[in-house]
C-alpha cells in the first residue's frame, strides 16, 4: 500500500507539476515558489514558458490510463470481457460457430450481383459456383463447373437469357441462400435431392416460383409435413418428388389433400396402399 501511494504521489507529481515539503503533506504549484531555486529557474529560464507553465505534452495523466484509445468500440469491448474456453470441447464449440458464421455470410444476398448480371444470369451464378447445374430457355446444355472448376456463364447482363432449370443436388443451400433466387419468372424445375439444410422455412419461401411445374426435394430429412403443406401455392405444380422424406408423419394422408388441391399434381415416393394409415381399423392380413 505504501509503494501504490508513493508511486500516486510521483505520477502526480509529474503531471501537474508539484513539489513536496520536507515537513508536510501539502503539495504547493512550481509556479507559486518562485522563492525557492528550482521555481526561480523554471520561471524565467529562457528554455522555459512564462506562467502559468504549460504540462509536458509526453507526461500522462493517471486517469488517462483507464480510458479506452481511439477507435475502440463497444462490441471490442464486449468480447475481450467474454470468458474463454481453451479446453477441447470449448475449442470444437468455438470452430462450429465460426463455420456457421462462414457459412451465412457466403450465403447472403448480393446486391450489386443482381444489378450487374440479372435475377437470371445472378442466380446461376450462386448455383453453379457452389457446385450445381442450371439450363436456360432454350437450351439442351447443363451448365456445370469443370474439373478445374472453371464454368463457362457471362459476366454481363444478356438479354432473353432466362433460367429454367436448376439442379442444387446435394448443395448446402440454407434459408438466407433463396435471397439470392429471386424474380425468376420462367423457372420450371428445380431439383433439391438431399440438401442437407432444406427444411420447412426454405420450403414457405417456394411460392415466389410462381412458374414451378417440376419439384424434387426426395432425401431431404428436415422436411415436414409443415412444409410441404405450404406447396399448395405452386399453382403450376405438375410433378412432386418425395422420395426418402421421412421426417414428415402421415405423409399420404398430406398428400391425398394436396393432390385434392392441385389436381394436376402427380407425387412420387408415396405409397398410398399402406394400410398403417388407418390406424386401429385397418384390416387384419
Given amino acids: 500500500m505504501y509503494l501504490y501511494s ?4 510521483i505520477v502526480l507529481r509529474q503531471h501537474f507539476n508539484l513539489i513536496e515539503h520536507k515537513h508536510s503533506l501539502l503539495k504547493v504549484p512550481l509556479c507559486m515558489t518562485g522563492y525557492t531555486t528550482i521555481g526561480y529557474f523554471r520561471l524565467f529560464s529562457e528554455n522555459s514558458p512564462q506562467f ?6 509526453n507526461l500522462m495523466s493517471v486517469f ?10 463497444i462490441d471490442l469491448l464486449s468480447f475481450l470481457h467474454q470468458r474463454w474456453d481453451f479446453s477441447i470441447s470449448g475449442f470444437q464449440r468455438w470452430n ?3 463455420k456457421e458464421t462462414l457459412f451465412l455470410l457466403d450465403q447472403s444476398y448480393i446486391p450489386e450481383r443482381h444489378k450487374i448480371l440479372g435475377p437470371d444470369l445472378a442466380s446461376a451464378h450462386f448455383i453453379v459456383h457452389r457446385g450445381g447445374g442450371v439450363k436456360f430457355m432454350g437450351e439442351d446444355i447443363w451448365v456445370r463447373k469443370d474439373e478445374d472448376n472453371n464454368y463457362n456463364l457471362p459476366s454481363q447482363y444478356k438479354p432473353y437469357m432466362y433460367l429454367e ?5 446435394g448443395i448446402p443451400l440454407a434459408y438466407e441462400g433463396f435471397d439470392n433466387l429471386v424474380n425468376l419468372l420462367h423457372l420450371k424445375s428445380f431439383i433439391l435431392r438431399e440438401s442437407p439444410y432444406l427444411d420447412d422455412w426454405c420450403l414457405d419461401r417456394f411460392h415466389q416460383f410462381r412458374s414451378l411445374e417440376h419439384l424434387d426435394i426426395s432425401g431431404c430429412q428436415q422436411v415436414t409435413e409443415r412444409g410441404i403443406c405450404t406447396l399448395h401455392k405452386l399453382k403450376h405444380l405438375k410433378k412432386l418428388n418425395l422420395t426418402g422424406v421421412s421426417g414428415a408423419k402421415n405423409l399420404e394422408l398430406i398428400c391425398l389433400l394436396l ?3 392441385l389436381p394436376q399434381l402427380c407425387i412420387e415416393g408415396v405409397n398410398y396402399m399402406d394400410t398403417s394409415i388407418l390406424g386401429e381399423n385397418s384390416p387384419k392380413k
Fill in 6 to 9: 508513493r508511486f500516486l504521489r
Fill in 52 to 57: 502559468p507553465r504549460k504540462p509536458d505534452e
Fill in 64 to 73: 488517462s490510463l483507464f480510458t479506452p484509445k481511439k477507435g475502440i468500440g
Fill in 96 to 98: 462450429k460457430r465460426r
Fill in 165 to 169: 432449370e436448376i439442379d442444387a443436388s
Fill in 259 to 261: 393432390e385434392d388441391i
